[in-house]
């Protein structure tokens, strides 16, 4: 790169000198914007923000993650086919090898592949792009 005359060709990974970056300057000067955020970042913290319930008659303040599951899971118990279909889909993308029965004993004691919250929160997130899939081509049909 150093050392190149005004002579020298021009073709294929021999770019016109004009046209390379010059030292110092990047390819991208603007770059991202300092404080924007990863769509990973807004999706956790909105999700860890904390909604007070009343359960049982008792006052409660839990994530809004743990309230959408908690919905999620009223709805499948009480007999939503949808709801059953998504909580079965979350159970088998978070414990690998969960029994789908309560009587089965566990196959192993330990805490599920993914307790790492964002983890979490991205399992649920394709739970519900899933879901709306599915919906979208039982419309169409």
Do not use: C
């Not at 300092?34 to 860890?48: C, D, E, F, P, V």
């Not at 006052?59 to 709801?83: F, H, M, P, V, Y």
Request: hydrophobic residues 35%; aromatic residues 4%.
């Amino acid at each position: 790169m150093s050392g190149r005359s005004s002579e020298d060709p021009v073709g294929y990974r021999r770019p016109p000198q004009h046209t390379q970056f010059r030292k110092g300057q990047s390819g991208n000067p603007k770059g991202r914007p300092k404080g924007s955020r990863a769509l990973a970042t807004i999706w956790l913290r909105a999700m860890n923000e904390k909604v007070t319930i009343s359960e049982n008659g008792q006052r409660r303040r839990i994530t809004k993650q743990e309230a959408a599951i908690k919905q999620l899971a009223n709805k499948a118990a009480s007999g939503d086919k949808r709801a059953i279909q998504d909580m079965i889909r979350f159970q088998t993308m978070l414990f690998l090898d969960a029994p789908m029965r309560s009587g089965e004993p566990p196959i192993r004691n330990e805490l599920p592949l993914e307790t790492n919250p964002s983890k979490v929160a991205l399992a649920l997130l394709s739970v519900v792009r899933g879901a709306a899939q599915d919906r979208a081509s039982e419309s169409s049909d």
